[in-house]
């Protein structure tokens, strides 16, 4: 495919237009290339009308005002916590603080002969051994 536009004719002097060149896509600015070397000026130029750059885009497009009517008429407002009609928090399969220290103690758990180890040395502070009295009451 050629890049030249064949149908443009620009007359002679200082008013001049390069008619060999690609017609720019509407809206793109092309960018110059600082201390280009021999021919990479060229090349760059042209490399940016062949491919158009991304258009930006309004990220507040998408966000829906509070006064805007609902997308989800059948599902009650109260849908995702634990009140009122509708599934709880379970719907949203986040794990709640209780879940989470479960799951940490049953790790720490298999740790525990060497905590209770370091809670009975006697170089052990008091802050060590209240911490891990705190663990075993919690492991129970």
Not at 11 to 22: E, H, I, T, V
Not at 39 to 60: D, I, L, R, T, V
Not at 104 to 127: C, I, N, Q, W
């Amino acid at each position: 495919m050629s890049m030249i536009n064949p149908g443009a004719v620009s007359g002679p002097g200082r008013g001049a237009k390069r008619s060999d060149l690609p017609p720019k896509p509407a809206g793109q600015v092309a960018r110059k290339m600082p201390n280009a070397a021999y021919g990479e000026q060229q090349q760059f130029q042209a490399e940016q009308a062949g491919a158009p750059m991304a258009k930006a885009s309004n990220p507040m497009a998408s966000i829906i005002p509070l006064s805007a009517p609902t997308n989800r008429p059948s599902e009650p407002v109260t849908a995702g916590i634990d009140a009122g009609p509708g599934p709880g928090r379970e719907m949203l399969g986040l794990k709640t603080q209780v879940d989470t220290q479960l799951q940490d103690l049953s790790v720490l758990a298999k740790y525990m002969p060497m905590f209770e180890t370091f809670a009975d040395s006697p170089e052990s502070s008091g802050t060590t051994k209240a911490f891990i009295k705190y663990l075993r009451s919690q492991a129970e």
